[in-house]
């Protein structure tokens, strides 16, 4: 059975870095049949995919244009988890964010972390 | 970007009436890639649905998903205590990587 376990701060001062991370159990973090995604949640803004890493022969990363430029998405192959940087925070990335695996082929999200409620404030 | 609009907002029905949730593209989705997920409040979602019809482990018969190109709908048969929640569709492999409908909330009437 696979887990998702996440921690991090939730709280984060303006114009600073939000860093979060995810555990995985039951699960590598190089696997070979799902990848690794960031989701958030808010009023204004409902779901929003962020961006995943996966891993097929090599190490690749996709990212929403909405947080192009901002976001980092790293694999820890030593403790099999995967972190979510975003830079230069707002109040407006006051959010929900979830972990959630992918599934390749269909995509399915069939796995979710417990979410952390990050707010954006000084 | 893929926008998928949900519809109706709100659905306020008693427990053992059959709910439909429609669920609209503004362009075609693979039904391959068009999955539903269910949420309660504190809770992340939980997938229901996958490929458009299929359930996910442990989803009871009492859901099923159909629908293809840009219209897909949701169908609880009979609904019990514990279906009333927020649904949500997402398509996946359209920039966005994913999209997510804004939510229909299933209340009890």
């Known amino acids: 059975q696979i887990q998702l376990q996440q921690s991090g701060p939730g709280l984060v001062k303006p114009s600073q870095t939000l860093s979060l991370t995810c555990a995985i159990s039951?699960?590598?973090?190089?696997?070979?049949?799902?990848?690794w995604n960031w989701i958030r949640q808010s009023p204004s803004r409902g779901l929003e995919w962020l961006g995943r890493t996966y891993y097929k022969s090599k190490w690749y990363n996709d990212y929403a244009v909405s947080v192009k430029g901002r976001i980092t998405i790293n694999p820890d192959t030593s403790k099999n988890q995967f972190s979510l940087q975003l830079n230069s925070v707002t109040p407006e990335d006051t959010a929900v964010y979830y972990c959630?695996?992918?599934?390749f082929g269909s995509g399915m999200l069939g796995y979710w972390g417990q979410g952390t409620l990050v707010t954006v404030s000084s | 970007e893929i926008v998928l609009t949900q519809s109706p907002g709100t659905l306020s029905l008693s427990p053992g009436e059959r709910a439909t949730l429609s669920c609209r593209a503004s362009?075609?989705?693979?039904?391959?890639?068009l999955a539903w997920y269910q949420q309660k409040p504190g809770q992340a979602p939980r997938l229901l649905m996958y490929g458009a019809s299929s359930r996910a482990t442990g989803i009871p018969d009492r859901f099923s998903g159909s629908g293809s190109g840009t219209d897909f709908t949701l169908t609880i048969s009979r609904l019990e205590p514990e279906d009333f929640a927020v649904y949500f569709c997402?398509?996946?492999?359209?920039?966005?990587?994913?999209?997510f409908g804004q939510g229909t909330k299933l209340e009890i009437k």
């Open positions: 997402q398509q996946y492999a359209g920039s966005p990587m994913y999209t």
């Open positions: 959630a695996r992918g599934s």
């Open positions: 039951g699960d590598s973090v190089p696997s070979n049949s799902g990848a």
């Open positions: 362009q075609s989705v693979s039904s391959s890639n």
